[in-house]
């Protein structure tokens, strides 16, 4: 039975298994470069030296990867069922998050609404539709307090010059098609504030709680390349 | 006390030679757009990050521009637009 196991794996893959085939440590394939030295000789002094324990950095660690767009979601499911907050929110995103309960300051945050195109008599007082979409342009500020760590893409080079340059091309790559006639606007974090798109509430929501809509709120809805799961797909998954 | 208000015209100044860490892109030097509101006083990054205390706090604004004025050949809504968070000493009064 064991050899059977053994002649299949040889098998699958049409080749032997040497000692070549395992997956690279981590050691082999990372670059320890000078800031990584740098680094490591900072760490071991301070906790040489007693300024900091082991486990007060570990616990720092673990208290910035606990973050996540959990937060960010609950934030936005909020905004959707309790106009009051949503109010709030747009007037001074800072102080409404720290009063739902997530502590963020010194951040401050800025909360930019999508919008739907608004149809008025006469017509001249139509408003488009708003789509928002944030950048860093010169680094990666992201609001880390509600969304955790910044995804790769958000810190590429890429998608850094492209979303100032053609927003439209990078969002039709992120699967992302807006209603013709929608206005984009792009937040380009260059100082101190720090942005968080709240998205439309997607049709056919109407019945859920507050904690089933947080659940159609994702990461890249909240940085503005996507829009909110819909309610059927969300609950297909 | 901050100089200029929400919906007022102001132009990025182009030859503002600054070194170091300076955080208005150049993408909208030389460019003019509209005040979107004034976010409050901050601390100057272009002094603060020489380990100095980035004192006089500036005045720092998020600015509209139309996405047509940053790009000529912008291909996309007429009313797109970016906002760019700006300080004080990089902005003067924008012609209308």
Redesign the interface.
Known sequence: MHDDHADEHARDDGHAHGARDFQPDLEDTHAFDAASHLETALRELLIEKGVLTADELRAAIEFMDGRGAHLGAGVVARAWVDPDFKARLLADGTEAVEHYGIPIRPT?L?VVENTPAVHNMPAVHNM?AVHNMIVC??CSCYPRNLLGRPPLWYKSREYRARA?????AVLAEFGTTLPQ?????????????RYLVLPMRPGGSEGMSEAELAGLVTRDAMVGVTLPRAPARAAAE | MSRFSPGDKVRVLADFARPGHVRTPWYCRGKTGVVERVCGEFRNPETLAYAKDGLPSLPLYRVRFAQRALWPDYRGGADDAVEIEIYEPWLTPGED
């Open positions: 401050h800025v488009p342009t010169l100032v340059r053609e927003p439209r006639g929608t206005d984009i606007r792009v937040h380009d974090s260059t100082a101190d504030m």
